[in-house]
């Protein structure tokens, strides 16, 4: 089956660091691939996808791109802020989602 | 245009006890997948339902069953509950016309503690 593999943290930053969580998935197609985010105490959000190889998935200055050579979708951001702070997951979608163990972001002013 | 909801929020049982979660789909979708999610690890698959039938299952046992409604609503059954079970257990819904590339829109949770 399907599985995904994330860099665990956690990880902590200084405001306007660049940020990178490192995302590596095993399966036997292509799957589409995301990342969610979890604030404290909220659900989980999609944070941006890319469903084909080269693909790129951006919102609110994050970006990752669909390798399938590596096969990763790293997430980064140049500049985090402290309202960035939250836990991040990816998952790849083959019908049912598969997450990595999620990676907990804390960035301080 | 509500999203996906959940209830209740919090729930407290004892060992050896059943539960019943409850989740509606956003509206549009007609597929609902439910998740277990551990303090601190990322969300594990149950199961997932469309037009009232089960059609994935991941690795849970039978304690776990689910049911789906004419109105694409569900619910999330645990029998015999151990303490293991304590979890955030998580719904989403999506469409299931859009096939795998589909994004899953997922319920605040409901909160389940086993004492």
């Known amino acids: 089956g399907n599985s995904v593999t994330q860099m665990e943290g956690p990880v902590t930053l200084s405001e306007e660091a660049f940020l990178t969580i490192n995302c590596t998935y095993t399966a036997t197609g292509y799957p589409s691939l995301f990342w969610y985010v979890q604030y404290p105490g909220e659900g989980l959000q999609l944070l941006l996808k890319?469903?084909?190889?080269?693909d790129k998935g951006s919102n609110k200055g994050f970006e990752a791109t669909y390798r399938k050579e590596t096969t990763s979708f790293h997430l980064e951001k140049g500049s985090v802020q402290v309202s960035d702070s939250a836990v991040y997951f990816c998952?790849?979608?083959?019908?049912?989602?598969?997450f990595g163990a999620g990676t907990t972001v804390t960035v301080r002013a | 245009d509500a999203g996906v909801t959940q209830s209740p929020t919090h729930l407290i049982k004892t060992r050896g006890q059943q539960v019943t979660l409850r989740c509606s789909p956003k509206?549009?979708?007609?597929?609902v997948s439910w998740y277990q999610q551990a303090l601190g690890q990322g969300p594990q698959f149950i199961f997932q339902?469309?037009?009232?039938?089960?059609?994935q299952r991941g690795n849970f046992p039978d304690r776990f069953s689910g049911h789906q409604f004419p109105n694409y609503s569900s619910e999330l059954n645990v029998n015999a509950l151990l303490l293991g079970d304590s979890a955030l257990y998580l719904c989403a819904s999506s469409q299931w016309a859009s096939g795998s590339n589909n994004e899953q829109f997922f319920g605040p949770g409901t909160r389940l503690t086993v004492l």
């Open positions: 890319a469903t084909k190889a080269d």
């Open positions: 339902y469309y037009e009232e039938e089960e059609r």
């Open positions: 998952a790849g979608n083959d019908y049912k989602l598969s």
């Open positions: 509206s549009g979708h007609d597929t």
